[in-house]
């Protein structure tokens, strides 16, 4: 049964930086690309992520957090990284980890393109 648990969020204020971390459990780690999500308080989860790698370290950003940003992973601990740098009130979200078994033959950044979520980790930015 795959798991993947987040953790790392909390509360910053504007310029401020937070590391998140995603542990995943029941799976092949290799077999999978992962990304991360954010939903913002009051919308829909969105439906783009903010940052995607597969096990080859090939990453995709969302134009919104290009240089802020830096998804990593530490294979041998089958643990997915997100440094966010330069937050924003905008970053405010509830942060989600995602996994896809699926091979789109690149780095998916879609989140119909994931089967596998966690329970998130809230990201508080104030001004």
């Known amino acids: 049964q795959v798991q993947l648990v987040e953790s790392g969020g909390g509360s910053v204020q504007s310029g401020g930086s937070l590391r998140l971390s995603c542990a995943a459990f029941?799976?092949?780690?290799?077999?999978?690309?992962m990304g991360w999500f954010r939903q913002a308080p009051g919308k829909e989860r969105e439906g783009e992520g903010v940052?995607?790698?597969?096990?080859?370290?090939?990453?995709s950003y969302a134009d919104a957090v290009k240089g802020r940003f830096t998804i990593s992973q530490d294979n041998a601990k089958n643990t997915l990284y997100l440094q966010m740098n330069s937050l924003k009130p905008e970053d405010t979200a509830m942060y989600y980890c995602?996994?896809?078994?699926?091979?789109?033959?690149?780095?998916?950044?879609?989140?119909?393109?994931?089967?596998?979520w966690g329970q998130g980790t809230q990201v508080t930015v104030s001004s």
């Open positions: 940052a995607a790698i597969d096990f080859d370290g090939n990453t």
């Open positions: 029941g799976y092949t780690y290799s077999s999978y690309c």
């Open positions: 995602a996994a896809s078994s699926i091979d789109y033959g690149g780095v998916p950044l879609r989140a119909e393109q994931y089967n596998y």
